[in-house]
């Protein structure tokens, strides 16, 4: 069975555009989360949805930060405009009833 | 708020050697989950423990919280190579979050 699918793995932006991440969770998972991780501060919950509603968006850092989930099958994380401090590596995960999360290979986030 | 923290920090061992850390909580939880994070990918899960003082094991990992649901062990026996990477314990809140620690950086020398 495939797992989380994440595109792109890696993005490079200048300050100033928008970016889109996008995921696939495991078909039949419930609950899908996205993180964004760096070195200082660890993986951090940015937003999560439980059967496409999102259910807790207080990790998300600014309104520049959004984030969909129009069908059971796809999500995507918006950030607009980026910033370079927007760097790092954000991680979608899955999860059939929240607790055992299955984590995508991340998108790497550039913004120079 | 909620505090997960994990030890040590980073480990160096000799491949073979047996490998021991630690993750302690401010609050009690029901469920643990131990995660490996290798470079250039996403944590996966490696053991899921639901119940305290219960041993669980996955091949060469065994895993516990305890009585208290504060504290909980990895540990890996007969290290090789491939273990390198970076281990994370992580509680569930039973609202469908997990809170990580920073995580443990282990290193194995052939």
């Known amino acids: 069975d495939a797992g989380v699918i994440q595109s792109p793995r890696h993005e490079v932006t200048e300050m100033g555009q928008e970016v889109t991440l996008r995921c696939k969770p495991i078909?039949?998972?419930?609950?899908l989360f996205w993180y964004r991780q760096t070195m200082m501060r660890g993986l951090e919950l940015l937003i999560y949805?439980?059967?496409?509603?999102?259910?807790?968006d207080s990790g998300m850092p600014e309104d520049r930060f959004s984030a969909k989930m129009p069908n059971a099958s796809f999500s995507t994380l918006k950030i607009q405009p980026s910033e370079p401090r927007d760097s790092a590596v954000y991680f979608c995960a899955s999860s059939l009833a929240g607790d055992e999360q299955y984590f995508g290979p991340g998108t790497r986030l550039t913004v120079t | 708020g909620q505090q997960l923290n994990q030890s040590p920090q980073s480990m160096f061992i000799q491949e073979g050697e047996d490998v021991s850390m630690n993750c302690t909580s401010s609050s009690i939880f029901n469920t643990w989950l131990w995660y490996k994070q290798e470079p250039g990918e996403g944590p996966v899960l490696l053991i899921a423990?639901?119940?305290?003082?219960k041993l669980t094991s996955n091949g060469r990992l065994t895993a516990q919280f305890g009585i208290t649901r504060k504290d909980s062990f990895l540990n890996i026996s007969a290290s090789i190579p491939s273990d390198v990477g970076i281990y994370f314990c992580?509680?569930?809140?039973?609202?469908?979050?997990?809170?990580f620690g920073q995580g443990t950086t282990l290193q194995v020398k052939p």
């Open positions: 992580a509680e569930s809140s039973n609202t469908g979050k997990l809170i």
């Open positions: 078909s039949g998972h419930d609950y």
């Open positions: 949805f439980n059967n496409n509603v999102p259910i807790d």
């Open positions: 423990l639901y119940k305290a003082g």
